[in-house]
T-cell receptor, first 111, second 117 residues
Framework: KQEVTQIPAALSVPEGENLVLNCSFTDSAIYNLQWFRQDPGKGLTSLLLIQSSQREQTSGRLNASLDKSSGRSTLYIAASQPGDSATYLCAVRNAGNMLTFGGGTRLMVKP | DAGVIQSPRHEVTEMGQEVTLRCKPISGHNSLFWYRQTMMRGLELLIY????????DSGMPEDRFSAKMPNASFSTLKIQPSEPRDSAVYFCASTDVRTFLKGYGYTFGSGTRLTVV
């Protein structure tokens, strides 16, 4: 059974810092990995999707990497802003269309 | 496209009552998922459908929960009778192979916040 872990569970940084969120998974036979953002009381917004054949994806200040063999992904946020404050979730897709989610990292960026 | 549409946004009901949550997936998507989110357990997959057919319902907590997808544009999640421990946010998501190929992945609705008192 796939298990996804995100470290740290919570992170507080001053505005302008570059930061890294970590995601690890136990079963490396994944099809892809997706990073989501969730604001309090809101739904999930897709940030980046990395296919199993890819090593990284970039969107603006966000960069996600994938090392399938070691079961790890990182989400790099450059020049963090208060508006980046949210919970970040990673999810992996194994056989079929099922997504398994990590517990999330709650990020607070202080002005 | 309006995205995945869920209704109601909020539902407060008394223990023992029947609750029906609704979801309209993105047009053309052939896979639909129901998730439940709680502080204690995070996001849990309840059930998913491919081409309107239930594929895996192993996440459905118990017989009080049932889900249907009568057509490609509509799904319901029903709880009967509801209990306080069912209080959670219920999300619906949809996808198909083409969204993955385009790099978009899964699209989630805004969720239904259910409170059972």
């Amino acid at each position: 059974k796939q298990e996804v872990t995100q470290i740290p569970a919570a992170l507080s940084v001053p505005e302008g810092e570059n930061l890294v969120l970590n995601c690890s998974f136990t079963d490396s036979a994944i099809y892809n990995l997706q990073w989501f953002r969730q604001d309090p009381g809101k739904g999930l917004t897709s940030l980046l999707l990395i296919q199993s054949s890819q090593r990284e994806q970039t969107s603006g200040r966000l960069n996600a990497s994938l090392d399938k063999s070691s079961g790890r992904s990182t989400l790099y946020i450059a020049a963090s802003q208060p508006g980046d404050s949210a919970t970040y979730l990673c999810a992996v897709r194994n056989a079929g269309n099922m997504l398994t989610f990590g517990g999330g990292t709650r990020l607070m960026v202080k002005p | 496209d309006a995205g995945v549409i869920q209704s109601p946004r909020h539902e407060v009901t008394e223990m023992g009552q029947e609750v029906t949550l609704r979801c309209k997936p993105i047009s053309g998507h052939n896979s639909l998922f129901w998730y439940r989110q709680t502080m204690m357990r995070g996001l849990e997959l309840l059930i998913y459908f491919n081409n309107n057919v239930p594929i895996d319902d192993s996440g459905m907590p118990e017989d009080r929960f049932s889900a249907k997808m009568p057509n490609a544009s509509f799904s319901t999640l029903k709880i009967q009778p509801s209990e306080p421990r069912d209080s959670a946010v219920y999300f619906c998501a949809s996808t198909d192979v083409r969204t993955f190929l385009k790099g978009y992945g899964y699209t989630f609705g805004s969720g239904t916040r259910l409170t059972v008192v």
